[in-house]
C-alpha cells in the first residue's frame, strides 16, 4: 500500500490532477489494487516468466489506452479479449476520476462553449458511463481474487500430483529391471 501512496502522492500532486480527497483515494486504490493484480497474475505464471510476460502484453494492448474499444477488430480482440484485460478498467477508473464533473472549453464550437467531462469520457475515450469508478475498483479487486486462488489451485494441484508423479516413475523403473548380459 506504500508502494502506491507514496509514488502516488508525488505522481497525483504533480501533475495537477484534481485536488479532492475522494479523488486522491481512488487514484490510490486503482494504483494499489492494479499493482496487486499484476502481482497476482505474475505470481500465477512465475515458472514461465515470458508467458506471464507475453500475457501482460496482449492485455495492455487490448485494454482501450492504445487502441480506442471501438477500433478493436472482432470477434476476438473485442470479445473477449477487452473485457479480460484488467487495463480496461484501471484506464477506465482513472478516466472516470479525473474527468466527470469537470467542463473543459470547447475551442471547435466557438469562443464561449464548453464541453462536458462525461462527454470526452463517452466521446473522445469511449469509456463506458454506465458504472462508477469504484466498480472499476470493484472488478479489479474481483480480479485479484480469482488470480490468487488461481495461484492456490496451481499450488495445491502440484502439490498433489507431484508425489503421485514421483510415485508412479519409481514404481515403473522398479518393474522393469535391466538384464545384463
Not at 480482440?77 to 484501471?90: L, N, Q, S, T, V
Not at 490468487?148 to 496451481?154: N, S
Amino acid at each position: 500500500m506504500l508502494i502506491s501512496l507514496i509514488p502516488g502522492a508525488i505522481a497525483y500532486y504533480l501533475v495537477g490532477l484534481q485536488k479532492s480527497i475522494e479523488h486522491f483515494t481512488c487514484f490510490a486504490l486503482l494504483l494499489f489494487v492494479t499493482m496487486m493484480l499484476v502481482e497476482s497474475l505474475m505470481m500465477m505464471v512465475a515458472s514461465r516468466m515470458i508467458i506471464g510476460a507475453g500475457i501482460q502484453g496482449v492485455m495492455l494492448l487490448n485494454g482501450g489506452f492504445f487502441r480506442l474499444p471501438n477500433d478493436l477488430p472482432n470477434p476476438f480482440w473485442r470479445y473477449p479479449m477487452y473485457y479480460i484485460a484488467f487495463h480496461k478498467y484501471a484506464n477506465q477508473g482513472f478516466y472516470k476520476n479525473e474527468f466527470e464533473g469537470l467542463t473543459f472549453p470547447n475551442p471547435q464550437q466557438g469562443v464561449n462553449s464548453s464541453i462536458s467531462g462525461d462527454e470526452i469520457l463517452r466521446s473522445v475515450w469511449q469509456v463506458e458511463t454506465g458504472y462508477s469508478k469504484w466498480v472499476d475498483i470493484a472488478i479489479l479487486s474481483g480480479m485479484v481474487v480469482f488470480y490468487r486462488l488461481m495461484f492456490l489451485g496451481i499450488m495445491k494441484f502440484g502439490e498433489k500430483v507431484k508425489p503421485m508423479w514421483k510415485k508412479r516413475i519409481g514404481s515403473s523403473k522398479q518393474t522393469n529391471p535391466v538384464v545384463e548380459m
